[in-house]
C-alpha cells in the first residue's frame, strides 16, 4: 500500500514538475516557432501553433542586416572575461570570510549585497562620467570591469557559502604539512570546491551574457554584445516580431547550448548544501 | 628630377587630404522601416562622399536614453543621432546640438514642410533635418462603412465617429467599432488623449504654468474617450498601443482606427494586411464646435551632436539623407509609396506620388497641426500630442498611468483627474515653473 502511494506521488510530482518546466520554457519555445513564421502568421489571432508553413527568410534577413559574429563575440569576451576576472578576486575574498572570519565579516557580506539593492539606473551618469574621463566608452575592458562589479557580490556569497562546507581542519593540515597561502588555496582549496566555483562561473556567465542595462548604455559600436543585437530589432512602430524572434533565438542560442550541457553542474552547485 | 619631386608631393598630399577628409561615422537611429532602408542605402552615400556609417539601431525608449545621457554628457559616442520633434527644441535651447544654418543651396532647405522645420527649430534655427514625419488621421474600412450605410466626411466630428463606430460594431464577427490608444507612457496613450483633449477644447498649462485637469474641457474628453472605448472598444484596450492596434487592425477587427500617418502604408501593404483593399482615410476628429482638430505632429529627424569631431562628414549625411535625391533613389527601387513621407514639399508636388492614396490626407494632417498654437485657449508651450519642456516626459507618464487605471477600470475618471492635477502641480512647482 505504502508503495503504491509512493508510486502514485512519484508520478504526480514528475508530472507537475514537467508541467512547471514547460510553463517556464514556454515563452522559449513561443519565440523559437515566431522565429520560422512570416510577420502576418507571428500576429494572427488567434495563434498559430505548429500548422505554418515553416520559413528561415527571418533569419536570412537578421544575417543580411547584422554583424552576428561581432555582436557574438563581443558577448563572449565580456561574460567570460568579467566571469574570470570575479572568480580571481572573489576566491580570495570568499576563502578569508570562510576561514578567518573577524567580528565585522557578516556585515560586510551584507553590506556586498546592499550594492545590489541599489537600481543601476541611479548610478548611470557617475559612471557614465567616469567611463567618458578614463577613455572606456564603448570599450570591452570597461565593460569587463562593470559587470565584474555588478556580479561580484553574487559570486562571493555563493563562494563563502561553498567554502563554509569545506571543514577547516582540511586546510589547517595542509597548513602543518607546511603549504603556503597559494598553495592552500590553489591545491587545497580550490579542487574540493571545483563544484561549487562551477556553477558559480556558470551563474555569473548567464548573468553577464543576459545583462542589458549597461551593456546597452555602455556600447555603441565596438563593444556591443548581443543584448544590443535584440535592441535593434524591437520596434514601437511597426510589427516585426518574426525578426525580433528570429534575433532572438540566435542570441539566447549559445547560452540555452552551454546551459543544457552544463545542467548536472548547475542544479548540483545550486543546491549545494540546501539539505542542511 | 624636379618633376619627379613635385608629382610625388603632389601624390602624397592628395594622400593626406582624402585620409582626412573620409570618416566613419557613427549614428544611432530607431528600428523603424524608414530607417532600415535606409541603412541598405549607406552603399549610395560612401559611394559618393567616401565616407563610412557604423550604425547603432535601438528601441525607440532605449535610444532616448542612450543618446540623452550621451549627449547631456558630451559623451561623444555619436555623430548623428536620431531624434524627435520633442527633443530638438530643448537640447537646441541647451546648446547641444549644431545648428543646420549653413546647409547647401541644393539642399533646398526651404522645401521642408512648413510645420515640420518649426518644430524642429528653436528661436528660429533648424537643429534638426527631418528624415520623415507624421501626423494622426482616421484610418476605416471602407466596406465596413458603406455597409453600415454611412458615409465618412472628409473631416469628421467625434459624434459621428461614435456613430459610426456604434454602427460597425459588431461582437459576433469579432469586429470592434473602432481602435484607439490606452497603453501608459508619454508618447503611447498619453499623446493620444493629449490631442484628443486639444480637440474637446482642452490643455494641460494655463499660461501661468498651472495644470488644467480640474477644468470640463479634460472631464468631458476623458469621459468621451472612455465611454466610446467601452461601448465599442477591443476588451483590455488599456494596454493597446500603435503595435497592438495595428495588428488588430490589419487582421479586420477594427472599423476605425486613429493613429500615426505612416500606419497608412502598413495597413494598405497587401503582404501584411487582410484589409488592404478596403481602407479609406480622414482628418483626425474635432469636439462639435471646437476648431482644433485631434492630430498631432511629429518628426524622426537627424541631429548632430555640439562636441562631434566629424562635423562636416555628419553634415554630409544629413544633406544625403534628407535630400530629394534620396527620396528619388527609394522611389525608384522600392515604389513611391515605400519613399519616407511628410518631410519635404516637392514630395507632394510629384504627380507619382500624388497617386498614392493616403499622400494627400497626410499632407493635409500635417497641414492641419500648428505646435505653435495647439489649443483652443493660450497656451505658454509649444508641441501638440507634448509639451516641449524637459519635465514633460516624467510628468506625462505618470498622468498617463493614472489615465490607463481608468481605461482599466481601477479607478474613476473624477480620481484619476485630481491625481493628475496634483502629481502635474507638484513636479512643475518642484521644478520651479510655478
Request: proline share 5%; hydrophobic share 45%.
Amino acid at each position: 500500500m505504502a508503495r503504491a502511494v509512493t508510486t502514485k506521488r512519484k508520478t504526480l510530482t514528475t508530472a507537475l514538475a514537467w508541467a512547471i518546466g514547460l510553463l517556464i520554457f514556454f515563452p522559449i519555445l513561443w519565440t523559437i516557432l515566431t522565429s520560422f513564421k512570416t510577420e502576418a502568421q507571428a500576429i494572427a489571432n488567434p495563434p498559430i501553433f505548429l500548422n505554418f508553413d515553416w520559413t528561415l527568410e527571418n533569419y536570412a534577413i537578421v544575417q543580411e542586416r547584422s554583424d552576428y559574429m561581432r555582436f557574438l563575440w563581443n558577448s563572449v569576451i565580456l561574460a567570460g572575461g568579467s566571469t574570470l576576472l570575479g572568480i580571481i578576486i572573489a576566491v580570495p575574498a570568499a576563502w578569508s570570510m570562510a576561514f578567518v572570519p573577524s567580528k565585522r565579516t557578516k556585515d560586510i557580506l551584507l553590506w556586498m549585497l546592499s550594492t545590489k539593492m541599489l537600481p543601476a539606473v541611479g548610478v548611470l551618469y557617475p559612471i557614465y562620467l567616469l567611463f567618458i574621463e578614463l577613455g572606456l566608452l564603448d570599450s570591452r575592458a570597461g565593460l569587463v570591469i562593470v559587470l565584474m562589479l555588478i556580479n561580484l557580490p553574487i559570486i562571493v556569497w555563493m563562494l563563502y557559502t561553498y567554502f563554509r562546507e569545506i571543514p577547516g581542519e582540511i586546510l589547517e593540515a595542509a597548513r602543518m604539512d607546511g603549504a603556503t597561502l597559494k598553495e592552500e588555496l590553489l591545491y587545497i582549496l580550490t579542487p574540493m570546491a571545483i563544484p561549487g566555483i562551477a556553477s558559480t562561473v556558470l551563474l555569473n556567465f548567464i548573468l553577464a551574457w543576459n545583462e542589458a542595462f549597461w551593456t546597452l548604455n555602455l556600447t555603441a559600436v565596438d563593444a556591443a554584445p548581443l543584448t544590443a543585437f535584440i535592441a535593434s530589432y524591437s520596434s514601437p512602430e511597426g510589427l516585426f516580431f518574426a525578426k525580433l524572434s528570429a534575433a532572438s533565438t540566435m542570441a539566447i542560442a549559445p547560452i540555452l547550448i552551454l546551459g543544457w550541457f552544463s545542467q548536472k553542474q548547475l542544479v548540483r552547485g545550486l543546491t549545494f548544501g540546501a539539505v542542511k | 628630377m624636379k618633376l619627379k619631386n613635385a608629382l610625388r608631393a603632389a601624390t602624397a598630399l592628395t594622400l593626406v587630404a582624402g585620409a582626412a577628409q573620409a570618416e566613419t561615422i557613427t549614428i544611432a537611429t530607431v528600428n523603424n522601416g524608414d530607417m532600415i532602408r535606409m541603412q541598405g542605402y549607406t552603399d549610395d552615400f560612401t559611394a559618393k562622399t567616401g565616407h563610412e556609417v557604423e550604425w547603432v539601431t535601438l528601441e525607440e525608449n532605449v535610444l532616448r536614453q542612450r543618446v540623452t545621457t550621451d549627449i547631456s554628457t558630451n559623451g561623444g559616442q555619436f555623430d548623428i543621432m536620431t531624434i524627435g520633434m520633442y527633443e530638438t527644441p530643448i537640447w537646441g535651447a541647451n546648446g547641444w546640438l549644431v545648428p543646420l544654418d549653413d546647409l547647401s543651396e541644393e539642399y533646398d532647405v526651404d522645401d521642408i514642410l512648413p510645420a515640420m522645420r518649426g518644430g524642429l527649430s528653436h528661436d528660429g534655427t533648424l537643429y534638426a533635418a527631418p528624415f520623415y514625419g507624421e501626423s494622426s488621421m482616421v484610418m476605416y474600412r471602407t466596406d465596413l462603412m458603406e455597409a453600415a450605410g454611412l458615409e465618412m466626411p472628409e473631416a469628421p466630428t467625434w459624434q459621428f465617429i461614435r456613430e459610426a463606430a456604434a454602427a460597425m460594431d459588431d461582437p459576433e464577427n469579432d469586429i470592434n467599432g473602432i481602435c484607439l490608444r490606452g497603453k501608459a507612457g508619454w508618447g503611447e496613450g498619453g499623446a493620444f488623449i493629449t490631442v484628443t483633449g486639444n480637440s474637446f477644447g482642452a490643455r494641460w498649462f494655463d499660461e501661468d504654468w498651472n495644470a488644467q485637469f480640474d477644468q470640463p474641457e479634460w472631464k468631458n474628453a476623458l469621459e468621451f474617450y472612455v465611454n466610446l472605448m467601452n461601448d465599442y472598444g477591443p476588451e483590455g484596450y488599456a494596454t493597446n498601443g500603435f503595435n497592438e492596434n495595428l495588428s488588430l487592425f490589419q487582421q479586420g477587427k477594427c472599423g476605425m482606427w486613429i493613429d500615426a500617418t505612416v500606419a497608412a502604408s502598413f495597413v494598405t501593404n497587401p503582404e501584411d494586411s487582410t484589409v488592404a483593399d478596403s481602407v479609406g482615410f480622414a482628418l483626425a476628429p474635432n469636439s462639435e464646435g471646437v476648431e482644433k482638430r485631434a492630430n498631432w505632429l511629429w518628426a524622426w529627424a537627424l541631429a548632430i551632436p555640439a562636441g562631434t569631431q566629424k562635423e562636416e562628414a555628419a553634415k554630409e549625411f544629413i544633406e544625403w539623407a534628407t535630400s530629394k535625391e534620396y527620396i528619388e533613389l527609394v522611389a525608384e527601387n522600392e515604389g513611391w509609396a515605400n519613399v519616407p513621407p511628410g518631410a519635404r514639399t516637392s514630395l507632394y508636388e510629384t504627380p507619382e506620388y500624388q497617386e498614392v492614396p493616403f499622400a494627400q490626407m497626410t499632407l493635409d494632417s500635417i497641414n492641419a497641426a500648428d505646435p505653435t498654437d495647439p489649443t483652443v485657449d493660450p497656451v505658454p508651450y509649444v508641441g501638440i500630442q507634448f509639451v516641449a519642456i524637459p519635465e514633460f516626459a516624467g510628468i506625462a507618464t505618470e498622468v498617463s498611468q493614472e489615465f490607463s487605471a481608468v481605461y482599466a477600470g481601477q479607478q474613476t475618471i473624477d480620481e484619476a483627474l485630481e491625481k493628475a492635477q496634483a502629481l502635474t502641480n507638484d513636479a512643475m512647482e518642484a521644478a520651479g515653473y510655478r
